[in-house]
């Protein structure tokens, strides 16, 4: 069969075209083999290897400031915020402290600028408050629900089944109080224990509960670093991450603390949904008291990685002034808001802090018992009251 001249003269025209095409693309092929050997770099820009791009969404959105009447928390006063209770001695001298929680979970709050989230709150923050003790005192906690669900508290620490705070919820408008003596000493979560356990959770009911060894610990500046999550578009994955509460607050707002004092975190890991969480300190290296039940630490290291609802006790000074991140070493977290900074004085240069655009959030902690705080100190010196 004869094909027509200007059908012939089209197939030639075309196979010379992918003959071109194809002598193109291998020659480029090769030339990319030799510049990834030529590089040998590592990661997503390297030729040949998929460029990863992000949504986009968040990052670090607390440039601007956040209403103090409507936000979570004040994290810089929760930081150091250690709340006693109500003091009083049984006939046979053992110490006994009263506290009252009080449980909602209707209200809508500001978790990070522009969010807002149906938080679920022991005394009307997240994280609630931190409750501390020495080991060997007799502790009653009332719950009082005022919310809408059945809710609960559930301590970490030794205690008889009826104080578990598991198989008996508190429902709305009922009370309950919690007793149980101290034991043993080191930090622990409380949290609400009902079901779905998730979603009770992930929506704020939790806090940090502190023993102290009866003979105490060596001074020092201490605080309470909590770490969690915010699920703002339900999807059961976090949308924020926060270390007391609201993304970014210290990078903005960074922790001051002076040079060659010790420095003692209580920090816990309440994260849901995802299965691992981190610290990491920056040009330092910290002791490490896993769970804080021993007085000899566990590990001497500048980064320890926490399940959820493991805790532990930190402790380090800085040799040099400065400034100092602090964050999750999982980038995600800290992209998305755990990520924070240490001022460092030297004592002898203050108000490092003056350029620093500091902006207080005050006067929103909705306690709503005027006793919970009586005997709460304030207590940056640190010790065992
Ligand atoms: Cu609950």
Redesign the pocket.
């Known amino acids: 069969m004869r094909y027509p001249r200007i059908v012939v003269l089209v197939g030639v025209a075309i196979s010379i075209m992918i003959f071109a095409i194809s002598t193109m693309l291998y020659s480029r092929s090769s030339l990319s083999d030799q510049n990834s050997s030529k590089l040998d770099t590592v990661g997503g820009h390297t030729p040949g290897y998929p460029i990863l791009q992000t949504t986009g969404d968040v990052l670090d959105p607390t440039s601007f400031v956040i209403n103090p009447k409507t936000a979570v928390v004040e994290p810089m006063k929760y930081l150091r915020e250690f709340n006693y209770g109500r003091i009083s001695t049984s006939s046979n001298g053992t110490v006994i402290r009263d506290f009252t929680l009080i449980?909602s979970?209707q209200q809508t709050k500001e978790v990070s600028p522009g969010v807002f989230y149906n938080v679920?709150t022991f005394n009307g923050t997240i994280p609630g408050p931190t409750i501390r003790a020495t080991e060997g005192d007799v502790i009653r906690i009332t719950l009082i629900n005022n919310g809408t669900?059945?809710?609960?508290i559930h301590f970490h620490g030794i205690h008889p089944s009826e104080m578990d705070g598991v198989f008996e919820g508190i429902a709305p408008g009922g009370k309950f109080t919690y007793e149980f003596t101290a034991e043993p000493f080191g930090v622990f979560p409380y949290h609400?224990h009902?079901q779905p356990l998730e979603e009770?959770i992930t929506h704020g009911?939790y806090g940090v509960f502190i023993i102290d060894p009866k003979q105490g610990r060596p001074q020092a500046d201490e605080m309470v670093m909590l770490m969690n999550g915010y699920d703002t578009d339900f999807d059961t994955e976090n949308n924020f991450y926060t270390v007391n509460g609201i993304p970014f607050y210290y990078m903005h707002h960074p922790i001051q603390i002076e040079k060659n004092r010790l420095i003692r975190i209580y920090l816990l890991n309440i994260l849901e949904f995802d299965p691992l969480n981190n610290f990491h300190l920056h040009a330092n290296m910290f002791d490490f008291y896993k769970t804080g039940t021993k007085l000899i630490p566990d590990e001497y290291t500048d980064i320890v990685t926490m399940n959820q609802a493991e805790r532990g006790i930190l402790e380090f000074s800085y040799k040099y002034p400065g400034k100092y991140m602090f964050h999750a070493h999982k980038t995600e977290f800290a992209e998305k808001g755990w990520t924070g900074l240490f001022l460092v004085k030297d004592g002898t240069t203050q108000s490092v802090n003056e350029n620093l655009n500091v902006t207080s959030i005050r006067n929103i902690t909705d306690y709503s018992t005027s006793d919970f705080n009586k005997s709460t100190n304030h207590v940056p010196t640190g010790g065992v009251k």
């Not at 669900?149 to 609960?152: A, I, N, P, Q, T």
């Open positions: 449980a979970d679920w669900k059945f809710h609960s609400c009902m009770h009911l």
